[in-house]
């Protein structure tokens, strides 16, 4: 029973088939590089093979006579000897890639006689694996047959009729059972003696080693047997004999998928007179796909094809001579159109063909037994790895896909968030196309409009030019396209093309018509629940927008006439001053219109007030211009690029406009217009400064009784009252003409007091009681505002110390302008303040307004934030009256907004004023933030700010502002 293992029978072939592939991959390397060394007349290439016992010669080229250098190879396997005629003076740098390829042929040398060894060492090798709970016996060398006297086939599978357990003697199954049960718990290595039956009838005793392999299902274990007469041999051949089958044993069993696979397929080509070698396995129909194909030791890139004539290919045949007929595809394709062709089929017991094996050959083959043997020792693992390996794909392919999904979520609810603060529709469409290129796969996206009956497409720069596309270019006409578009309007639902991968999504109403996003994907459509929850969630923004866009326009505009108000009018200016050179300001009001309003009632002046844009824009023509209500019968005008002498002729112009006379309800009269005209840069560099010259300016002609008036530095200095107030506030500090009233702020919630607002108050010795809206705009002017500001937080900060003894919680609102606010230094002042009084940040909250950000936002969002670190509250003073984009509703660390006392006093009586309050109330609420409510002044106003779901209220209704020393005692009667 034992035979030579360096001798094994196969050793010989298996040498062959390496030198025959050394053949064809070192020498076309060697030759031409060796032509070119002058120095070397010949070169051969050796395998030292421990297996073998010896070392062998690859190849050898040119005269080998005479040795001069002898190279160690890339492993310590092989060797290359260089041949000289005379000593070499430099070592030789052999040709680039060689160590590689001759790597590769040491794996395929030892790969092959593994594969001898195992088919034809005497000792049992076999290897079992757990499927469906049962250890069954998957793959087995012929040894164990020999020795049992079956078929190896007929103990193989879940179906083998007969099992090993039958052939071991009674007395040794329990042991043996135990201590496999042993050897799979404790994933070890374990030696075990028994008594097996032999072919003969008698029981032998015999040796096992068990090695469990744990790495991958299903599990699995590789056997070794031998017999005891094996024990007589000496150390050495055992020794050797064991190397060979843990070679063989890791070649054979370790590997799985398609590793696996193709050393299968290596081992089949590399026999004798196989030319060429095709595993293909059946998808579906007539399909096919090709798991492994070789061509003379090459390995070939795997395809796709259909089979659907010619050889069936469930049946065994062996050297056909025309498989597939006249179908020079599949031939070529799969043996190379070689003369002689072999099947055999891979199938599970009484179950279609899974697999099948086609040979090509040269001439017809002899060795068929070997294939056979081969096959039918291998081919079950063969269908379980191509399973397993489909399994794997699949499931990666899912996970990708997942992935992918997941992906392609995130950057969804990513467009969602940034789509939330847009403020036009050129962002919303800009952004959205942005973030759906980086997140589909796609060919082409395209925005199509539905305006006066027909479909065109928009492109962005028709959004940002403000116009619609009407041409015959943009125009729709494809029926297809005209068909879904259609079904997409009427339905407002996403319509789906998946025999173009293209997808309709409904937008909403824009421009004036119906705007729908249309894509077309690359290769395949993404999941169904994703595309609609991105569609869902781009109508869901574009609805968004549309609402701060009316909300913008309520709060920008003039509900009346439809022309911009005073934060609309600062917000143009704001954008158009650094960009321009020059530009003018008009400011107008209608000289007599108090008393055309008076005579003929409110709805009669309305009238008038909306005669004014459309008279201004039909003198002005085409030229730019911005024009404003800025209330009641005042009117601004902005010209930008516009120098003083084009001003002032159009300002004329004007004049003469607005005095023609009006004819409403058949009435026909004349108001006329006192024009006051300020410059950029000369008078002024911001929209305030231009806005006050020109209100002087506009005063000046009404007292001089002159239509047109430019402003004039004199005009401004003479005036008394500037001149007190930019001289006289160190002094009134001083003398302590400046105090602090303390307004007090309800609680809706408990009708209690929150806190105070702080406001500054002047008694001036000669111009009597000031308010803070005749003197704060000039402190602006210079330093002054500063001073007032440090004055109104130490008189706050003093009172505080004592009325937060009352109530803990008491806080106490200041109003901070733009250039306090700007200043980088003033929360270093503001903390140490707080430090000088020991009081907490959050006793102090800071009150700005909406047009105090828009004069430098980047540097105001930076200091709101270092004030937020104090703990010092911000809160937005007269929301609504400024550029209510929101978006900075988002970014600053806010409390508390404050809806200005205009949409609060007439709320019961203006249902424009109700929706704005409601709306901002719900927005404030789902930001997290307060809403105050100024200007309650009686009970009903009261009822219906706390039915809104107001949070403070203040005015007249609740307190009038407290003077600071009284402030005490009505707390102890108030709290």
Request: glycine share 6%.
């Amino acid at each position: 029973m034992l035979v030579d293992n360096s001798r094994a029978p196969g050793l010989d072939d298996a040498w062959r088939s390496v030198s025959e592939l050394a053949q064809e991959i070192i020498v076309p390397l060697l030759q031409p590089w060796l032509a070119r060394q002058s120095e070397l007349i010949g070169l051969s290439v050796s395998i030292d093979d421990v297996q073998l016992g010896e070392s062998r010669t690859l190849c050898a080229l040119g005269d080998v006579s005479d040795l001069v250098q002898r190279l160690p190879g890339p492993d310590g396997q092989t060797e290359i000897v260089l041949y000289t005629q005379s000593p070499l003076e430099d070592i030789v740098e052999l040709p680039e890639g060689l160590a590689a390829r001759i790597a590769q042929l040491v794996v395929f040398q030892q790969q092959l006689v593994s594969a001898q060894i195992f088919r034809f060492s005497p000792i049992i090798q076999y290897e079992a694996a757990e499927l469906d709970g049962r250890w069954v016996l998957i793959q087995a060398n012929p040894a164990l047959g020999d020795f049992l006297g079956v078929d190896p086939a007929e103990l193989e599978g879940r179906g083998a009729r007969k099992v090993m357990i039958d052939f071991i003697h009674p007395d040794d199954v329990r042991m043996l059972m135990t201590s496999y049960d042993m050897t799979r718990t404790t994933s070890r290595q374990m030696t075990l003696q028994y008594r097996l039956l032999a072919a003969d009838g008698v029981y032998y005793p015999v040796t096992e080693r068990v090695l469990y392999i744990s790495d991958d299902p299903p599990r699995r274990c590789i056997s070794t047997i031998w017999h005891r007469e094996l024990d007589q041999m000496d150390s050495q051949t055992q020794y050797q004999l064991f190397h060979d089958i843990q070679t063989t044993t890791a070649d054979l069993s370790l590997l799985s998928g398609r590793e696996f696979l193709h050393h299968f397929c290596r081992r089949l080509e590399a026999l004798d007179d196989v030319d060429s070698l095709a595993l293909i396995a059946h998808t579906r129909g007539d399909w096919w796909e090709s798991w492994a194909l070789y061509r003379r030791a090459s390995q070939l890139p795997d395809f796709h094809i259909q089979l659907n004539h010619g050889h069936r290919l469930d049946e065994a045949a062996w050297n056909l001579t025309s498989l597939f007929g006249r179908d020079d595809d599949a031939s070529q394709a799969l043996y190379d159109q070689m003369p002689y062709q072999s099947v055999l089929p891979l199938k599970h017991d009484g179950e279609s063909v899974v697999a099948c094996l086609i040979l090509g050959s040269v001439k017809p083959l002899s060795n068929s037994d070997q294939v056979v043997q081969l096959v039918r020792l291998l081919g079950i693992r063969v269908l379980r790895e191509i399973r397993q390996v489909r399994i794997a794909e699949a499931q990666w392919e899912q996970n990708l896909q997942l992935q992918q999904q997941k992906q392609q979520l995130t950057r969804m609810v990513t467009l969602l968030g940034d789509l939330d603060t847009v403020a036009d529709e050129f962002s919303f469409m800009r952004i959205t196309e942005d973030q759906l290129r980086q997140t589909f796969n796609l060919q082409c996206l395209d925005w199509v409009l539905w305006v006066s009956g027909e479909w065109h497409r928009l492109t962005l720069e028709d959004v940002l030019m403000n116009r619609r596309p009407a041409s015959d270019a943009t125009r729709i006409v494809k029926p297809n396209w005209i068909e879904f578009l259609e079904q997409v309007r009427r339905q407002s639902e996403m319509v789906v093309y998946r025999g173009r991968l293209r997808v309709f999504w409904p937008v909403g109403s824009a421009l004036d018509g119906f705007l729908v996003l249309v894509q077309t994907f690359r290769k395949s459509l993404p999941d169904r629940e994703l595309l609609e929850f991105a569609q869902n969630s781009l109508t869901l923004a574009h609805q968004g927008l549309v609402q701060r866009e009316n909300l913008r326009r309520q709060a920008m505009y003039d509900s009346l006439t439809g022309l911009g108000n005073r934060s609309q009018l600062h917000a143009w200016i704001k954008v158009a001053l650094p960009v321009k050179e020059r530009a003018s300001l008009l400011l107008f009001d209608l000289n007599r219109f108090k008393e055309i309003n008076d005579s003929f009632g409110h709805q009669f002046g309305d009238r008038l007030l909306c005669e004014i844009g459309p008279r201004i824009s039909s003198t002005l023509g085409d030229r730019e211009h911005y024009l404003s209500r800025l209330g009641g019968d005042e009117f601004a005008l902005f010209l930008p690029d516009t120098d003083t002498e084009t001003s002032s002729e159009l300002a004329g112009k004007l004049h003469k406009a607005l005095a023609k006379s009006y004819t409403i309800d058949g009435l026909r009269f004349q108001v006329e217009a006192s024009i006051g005209v300020a410059q950029f840069p000369q008078h002024g560099d911001d929209g305030h400064e231009l806005l006050r010259c020109a209100d002087v300016a506009m005063y000046a002609a009404k007292h001089t009784n002159r239509s047109v008036v430019l402003f004039d530095p004199q005009l401004d200095n003479s005036t008394p009252m500037r001149i007190a107030v930019l001289s006289g506030l160190d002094q009134a500090i001083a003398e302590h003409q400046l105090s602090v009233a303390y307004q007090p702020l309800m609680q809706t919630s408990t009708g209690q007091v929150a806190g105070f607002e702080a406001l500054v108050r002047w008694s001036h010795p000669e111009f009597g009681e000031l308010s803070p809206s005749e003197f704060i705009p000039l402190a602006e002017v210079g330093e002054g505002i500063r001073k007032i500001t440090d004055f109104v937080l130490r008189s706050t900060l003093e009172y505080l110390v004592v009325w937060r003894r009352l109530l803990p919680q008491m806080h106490v609102a200041v109003n901070i302008s733009p250039r306090v606010l700007l200043d980088h230094d003033f929360p270093n002042r503001v903390q140490a303040l707080l430090e000088a009084y020991n009081l907490p940040g959050e006793s102090v909250v800071m009150e700005l307004t909406e047009s105090t950000l828009l004069v430098d936002p980047v540097r105001a969002v930076e200091i709101i934030h270092s004030l937020s670190a104090l703990g010092v509250k911000v809160e937005i003073d007269d929301f609504g009256t400024g550029y209510s984009s929101l978006s900075y509703l988002k970014r600053l660390p806010l409390s508390a907004l404050k809806i200005d006392r205009s949409f609060v006093a007439d709320i019961s009586s203006d249902s424009h004023n109700e929706v704005i309050v409601q709306s901002t109330v719900q927005m404030a609420h789902n930001l997290g933030l307060q809403v105050v409510a100024e200007g309650v002044e009686d009970e009903a106003t009261l009822l219906k700010m706390m039915r809104l779901g107001c949070d403070m209220i203040q005015g007249y209704y609740f307190s009038k502002p407290i003077p600071g020393d009284e402030v005490e005692e009505w707390l102890k009667r108030n709290r």
